[in-house]
């Protein structure tokens, strides 16, 4: 029946208005007024669905035009309400949005969450701008300017730049592959590069940003007590270690106070960050500002030389030796710092004192004055050196360094060298993943992150490039050089350049680091929160925990631990290095994230921002790299073994995560190349180890059922090459498809208790010959096939009710000789050691009947690289002949095992030809009688249960003879069994003890009749058991040669019959069939 539609204008109407949703349910239902049932009755189970698909719905949404996909509504969603969804959707941070505390009308307290607002200058410009420019714009870069030059200093802001700009290159690209939730950059490079990646770089990027609060806190101390309250010191700041323990008493306590700060909220950090963020606009415009007045109007800071050394004027007034007052010569402060005595008596002077004169200089000649070129190239000094100006006429005097310790000279507090100031200026870029770590406050994350990270990254680098060349255009070299600002009256160096006033910088560089410390205290516990909320790492689970407004307080307790370290080391010099390392190992890896996934071409990767390139993060990949080691390679090497062993926890102990991840990514793009090139070439025999396809059994509980088997299986690999335990359901897959799932994890578990490591498969087949043969064909992938089948022998194959048990074994052996596959079989495989068992002594028995590609010799070798079987010693026995020289066998053999390097024992053992005994004989009878009582007789089930205990007790009893002959008519014995017969025999069982030796030779009319190659055999596995059972009936595990199972399917059975008695009386024995190739060499 035709369908009627109807085509109705609508209004574009936003579907997230609940009016509009509301009026459309109604028209909706007034058109459907009888409507069916829902999709589920009572006694279905609905199916699990996504975040994005409701099941709530009703048919009169779709109507009866949809019928045709009723069915299919509580899985897939109609695209309608899927769009509609997915427009919508708003991404809530982990803390980062400020929750808003109202208090209803029932006085209940309930947290309004606001949602992203912030667009690109407001949310990543100026967060960005405020974490680059900082500290070390305002208490370094003069330093670095003075002692690198010009030229050397725009070398190392070029290439920190450049570093953070690939970096943002890199990370614009992974924040606009998606939604990108809270957790910034570790979010980031752990869904790109998997979970030990990214845990080990989000715990480096954690503790860069925890010893950032560190430099950060010691710096406004800094500040602090150098330049605002002197007086303030606690220890006298002239003794070597009074100033470092002034800033970690005032460190520890300003560490307290904001710590303090961000516990009671972090709303107070954001409202005041907007203050923080204006005192380093102001001091940036105060320091162009004073350039500009400085090119017309030089300073007021004067700096005092003797000769050509710089002089600490905080502790003289004028720069005179001495001075007249009323026509009276009196000596100045200045010359009572270097003299000791009596002016007007017998003074003593320094001689460098008295052989030089003063000299007063501008600090700030001004940007016209030409300064620049003497500050164009570096001016590097040890430690303890004066800082000198050259060109500067001076008379040399002998060097006394321990005096001159004492005397008012401007001194290095450390050696200067090009990567030390690397290092330390390299703090000032970082900051850049400020605005990934609020991507979830951005109204459009994917358009602002690129845009304002990048915009910041330029902003800021015309600063730094800028202030490098002004200050050393206005600034006079040894001012530069002068970390503390000693010689221009303890004022702050980048502050005697400031516009009205020095003030400005000082309280603006002070405010900025205390906004900037408060920042990396409210920053670095939301990372640990994250890293801990993923659980990745089981040790840090407590730290996921937050309090009821998500403030992370335990976080925040070990930060400001770990903070209170780089705090006691009070030296922002020395804490400087060691967060730039953490840093850069976290840009090194967002570079690699990047280059990863452009290079695997992965579906998902689709960045909206296109202008990357992988050869652009591997360039930034490598400038991180090299910065780390041009830093300070032992903190490289450092920090390398700290993110190396986060590495190893979390592979090893963490929680599995799947993430599709890059490196995933990556281990299947090479694994796929590895398994291409494989397949070009068989693989040679000095590469050759047994890749085995493991053969289990499972009970009916679908559990393992010889476990012990998958413990040898992990003793004969040790985790090397390739295994695959394999095991057949029979049925049909669409009804047994659960039983396959739950016995895969059933397998799983027990591989993962016997330490067994490899794949797991299990199929479905209609019969067990059939899977089994499946497997052996097909198991394995390209190159990476097995070449070796271990199966346990089938226990109890005579009284089994089914044939096929046995049956499938020899299918089995005829299989893995065809696709020629090497064979072991594992018989009383329960009784081999576990993993956790120690053979303190014993041997294994190697008995070498034929040659099998020297499978035989490599076995035990193998085996004892375990612990389990280590202490055990290797035997090899061979089998000589009568027309054998058996002492140029045992030569031959020796020498062969020394070119095969392996040590073992070796023993060959005779074997007479003597005539075939009675035993064999009966034993064959027995066989034959059995084999075709079996085929000519239909026994009922109960019959077929008692008959096996009726031919022969085949471990005491030796030589039963039956006197009731049947009648030969061929070459094979045909007997007629009756259930009367069966039970007469049961009772001439106690007759057997009177039999005498007479009676053996009566039966020899019918040994006649018997088969004479089966006669052979068994002679052959008597014969060769006594003589294994002699030698080897101690030993802790015996290997033998298996024979190949016969041509004709007809004497299965007596096949197995064959191996029952070569291996009786044996306990643990491994029957080994070669696969016709050689597995061992002599040659290297």
Not at 165 to 181: D, E, F, K, R
Not at 618 to 633: E, K, N, Q, T, Y
Not at 659 to 682: H, M, T, V
Not at 827 to 842: M, S
């Amino acid at each position: 029946m035709p369908t009627n539609f109807t085509v109705v204008p609508v209004e574009d109407t936003p579907l997230s208005e609940p009016d509009y949703d509301e009026h459309i349910l109604k028209e909706e239902d007034k058109e459907e007024p009888d409507m069916v049932a829902g999709p589920y009755s009572g006694e279905e189970t609905p199916r699990e669905t996504s975040s994005l698909i409701s099941t709530d719905h009703d048919d009169s949404i779709y109507g009866k035009n949809m019928a045709l996909y009723e069915d299919e509504m509580d899985s897939t969603p109609m695209v309608s309400s899927l769009l509609n969804k997915l427009a919508n959707y708003t991404n809530i941070t982990q803390g980062v949005i400020e929750h808003e505390e109202a208090e209803s009308e029932d006085g209940i307290q309930r947290v309004a969450v606001k949602g992203p607002q912030m667009g690109t200058f407001i949310g990543v410009f100026l967060p960005c701008m405020q974490n680059i420019l900082g500290v070390i714009l305002f208490l370094r870069l003069t330093w670095i300017v003075g002692t690198a030059g010009i030229m050397e200093a725009l070398a190392v802001v070029f290439m920190c730049c450049s570093c953070t700009m690939l970096t943002a290159i890199s990370m614009s690209a992974i924040a606009t592959n998606g939604v990108v939730p809270a957790g910034g950059s570790y979010y980031m490079i752990s869904r790109a590069l998997g979970p030990e990646f990214g845990g080990a770089v989000g715990l480096c990027f954690y503790l860069g940003t925890t010893f950032a609060g560190s430099m950060y806190i010691l710096g406004t101390m800094e500040i602090f007590l150098t330049y605002i309250m002197p007086t303030a010191t606690v220890f006298n700041a002239e003794e070597p270690t009074g100033m470092q323990n002034n800033m970690r008493i005032y460190g520890t306590c300003c560490l307290a106070i904001m710590t303090l700060v961000v516990f009671v909220g972090v709303k107070y950090v954001n409202k005041l960050a907007l203050i923080f963020l204006s005192c380093v606009v102001l001091s940036i415009m105060a320091i162009y500002a004073g350039v500009i007045q400085s090119a017309f109007k030089p300073s007021n800071f004067q700096i005092c030389l003797l000769g050509n050394r710089t002089l600490q004027n905080s502790k003289f007034d004028k720069c005179l030796k001495t001075e007249v007052i009323d026509n009276v010569t009196h000596p100045t402060q200045l010359w009572k710092l270097f003299c000791e005595g009596d002016f007007n008596g017998n003074a003593t002077c320094d001689e460098y004192f008295t052989h030089n004169n003063l000299t007063e200089i501008e600090a700030v000649p001004g940007l016209l004055s030409g300064v620049i070129s003497d500050n164009m190239w570096g001016h590097y000094g040890q430690y303890r050196a004066v800082v000198e100006k050259k060109g500067q006429s001076s008379e040399r005097v002998s060097d006394n360094t321990d005096k001159d310790i004492s005397m008012p000279y401007v001194f290095n507090d450390i050696a200067t060298f090009f990567t030390l100031l690397v290092g330390i200026y390299f703090p000032s870029v970082t900051g850049i993943m400020a605005g990934s770590n609020r991507s979830g406050d951005l109204r459009d994350p994917q358009r602002s992150i690129p845009t304002g990270t990048i915009l910041a990254i330029v902003t800021t680098s015309f600063i730094y490039i800028s202030c490098v060349v002004l200050f050393g255009a206005c600034i006079e070299g040894v001012v530069l050089r002068d970390k503390y600002g000693d010689s221009v009256k303890k004022t702050l160096v980048v502050a005697t350049l400031a516009w009205p006033s020095s003030w400005v910088i000082v309280i603006g560089s002070f405010f900025s680091c205390c906004g900037a410390g408060l920042q990396s205290l409210t920053g670095a516990p939301r990372i640990l929160q994250a890293i801990a909320r993923d659980g990745i790492m089981p040790f840090l689970q407590v730290f996921g925990h937050s309090k009821a407004n998500g403030e992370p307080t335990w976080a925040l307790l070990l930060t400001a631990a770990i903070c209170e370290i780089g705090i006691l080391i009070a030296s922002l010099d020395a804490v400087a290095p060691i967060l730039s390392m953490f840093f850069l190992m976290c840009y090194l890896f967002v570079n690699l994230a990047c280059a990863v996934q452009t290079l695997l071409r992965t579906p998902n990767w689709r960045p909206r921002f296109k202008f990357y390139h992988w050869s652009l993060s591997f360039l930034g990949m490598s400038l991180s790299l090299s910065l780390m080691f041009v830093s300070s390679w032992y903190y490289a090497l450092v920090v390398i073994l700290i993110a190396g062993c986060i590495y190893k926890y979390i592979e090893y102990r963490g929680a599995e995560k799947e993430w599709g991840d890059g490196i995933r990514g990556l281990s299947l793009n090479a694994a796929r190349y590895a398994l291409i090139k494989l397949e070009e070439a068989p693989p040679h025999t000095k590469n050759w180890r047994p890749q085995l396809l493991v053969l289990l059994k499972l009970d009916s509980d679908l559990g393992v059922k010889h476990p012990r088997l998958l413990s040898f299986t992990s003793q004969l690999k040790a985790g090397k090459g390739l295994t695959i335990v394999c095991s057949v359901l029979e049925g049909t897959y669409m009804a047994r498809g659960a039983d396959a799932k739950l016995s895969e994890q059933n397998i799983k578990a027990a591989m993962a208790k016997e330490k067994t490591k490899g794949f797991c498969h299990v199929v479905v087949s209609s019969n067990q010959r059939d899977g089994f043969s499946h497997l052996i064909q097909s198991a394995g992938l390209g190159g990476m096939k097995h070449n070796a089948v271990l199966v346990a022998w089938p226990a109890n194959w005579k009284q089994s009710e089914s044939s096929l048990s046995w049956k499938n074994f020899i299918e089995t052996v005829r299989e893995t000789t065809e696709a020629h596959q090497a064979l072991l079989v594992a018989k009383n495989i329960d009784t081999f050691p576990t993993n956790q068992d120690r053979l303190a002594e014993g041997t294994i028995d190697v008995w070498w009947i034929v040659h099998d590609g020297g499978l035989l010799m490599l076995l035990p070798f193998l085996l004892r690289q375990h612990k389990v079987w280590r202490k055990c010693k290797m035997r090899i026995f061979t089998v000589a002949q009568m027309d054998d020289n058996s002492i140029q066998m045992k030569k031959d053999l020796q020498m062969f095992l020394y070119h095969l390097r392996l040590d073992a024992k070796v023993e060959v053992v005779e074997m007479h030809a003597g005539d075939i005994s009675a035993f064999t004989y009966e034993k064959t009878l027995v066989m034959e009688q059995r084999s075709q009582m079996l085929k000519q007789m239909q026994l009922s089930k109960t019959e077929r249960e008692r008959e096996p205990q009726l031919i022969h007790d085949r471990n005491t009893k030796s030589h039963a003879i039956l006197n009731d002959k049947p009648t030969p008519t061929s070459d094979r014995v045909h007997m007629t069994w009756t259930k009367e017969k069966l039970i007469s025999e049961r009772n001439r069982q106690h007759r057997e003890a009177n039999m005498t030796v007479r009676d053996i030779f009566n039966m020899k009319p019918e040994w006649e009749n018997l088969d004479q190659t089966n006669v052979r055999r068994m002679h052959t596995a008597v014969k060769l058991n006594e003589v294994v059972v002699n030698k080897s009936q101690g030993a802790q595990l015996v290997l033998l040669n298996m024979p190949g199972p016969p041509k004709n399917k007809g004497g299965d059975e007596n096949y197995m019959e064959f191996l029952e008695v070569l291996t009786e009386g044996l306990e643990r024995v491994l029957l080994v069939r070669g696969g016709g190739r050689e597995v061992i060499t002599i040659y290297s």
